[in-house]
């Protein structure tokens, strides 16, 4: 049967296009993310076993992929306890940009039903880091979300370091704090909250 001379050239550009899409994605490693964190961030003392918990969560949330992108649909009433809730479900999306709202206000959908979407190598979201068009966000990185899916890190981790510095704040902003508090939520992996940074990164050099 002879293929039609349209569809090879549609097959031809959906092959281009998703060879133009992963060239800008890379696989990191937890050794290599290790010493990009130890270089780039600014922790607080004593903080070595958090350093081992990020790369964890990194790993399960993301699998150290820096172009991972993923919604979550997130109960009313869900509240902000860590673990597993009834009701949230996850799915990974294309480039989707976030959600569609008709009210100017992020507080304005706590009544009902809401869609995260979370971007990138640590999977910051839209309602807090990132500016995604399509909804009000914080923004407290003043990034477009497609900052976070490209192959250069640095803007993640000084993304990073931002939401460390408003949560290690002497005095946190009140809502800042509940939304950042919100999104480790949603990212929460109970198998890394022990991870401890001897055994975790016992095979890094």
């Known amino acids: 049967m002879s293929i039609h001379p349209g569809m090879k050239m549609l097959a031809a550009v959906v092959v281009l296009f998703l060879a133009v899409g992963m060239s800008d994605s890379v696989i990191l490693n937890k050794c290599e993310l290790k010493q990009q ?3 780039d961030l600014t922790l607080p003392p004593n903080m ?8 964890c969560h990194v790993q399960l949330t993301s699998n150290f992929n820096t172009s991972a992108i993923k919604t979550i649909t997130e109960p009313k009433n869900s509240g ?3 673990g597993p809730r009834k009701g949230r479900s996850a799915k990974s999306q294309g480039k989707n940009k976030g959600r569609p709202s ?11 039903n809401e869609v995260w979407t979370l971007y990138g190598l640590f999977q910051l979201s839209d309602h807090v880091v990132c500016n995604p068009t399509q909804s009000y966000s914080l923004n407290l990185c003043g990034l477009t979300c497609n900052k976070l899916l490209d192959d250069d890190i640095s803007d993640d981790l000084a993304c ?4 460390i510095n408003k949560m290690t704040a002497v005095i946190p902003d009140p809502k800042t704090a509940k939304h950042i508090r919100k999104m480790i939520s949603l990212i929460y992996q109970p198998e890394c909250v022990n991870a401890k940074a001897s055994t975790y990164f016992a095979d890094c050099p």
């Open 37 to 39: 964190l130890q270089t």
């Open 80 to 82: 902000e306890s860590h």
């Open 48 to 55: 070595t076993d958090v350093l081992a918990q990020i790369v």
């Open 102 to 112: 008709s009210k100017p206000h992020l507080e304005s959908a706590e009544d009902k």
């Open 160 to 163: 990073v370091q931002v939401l």
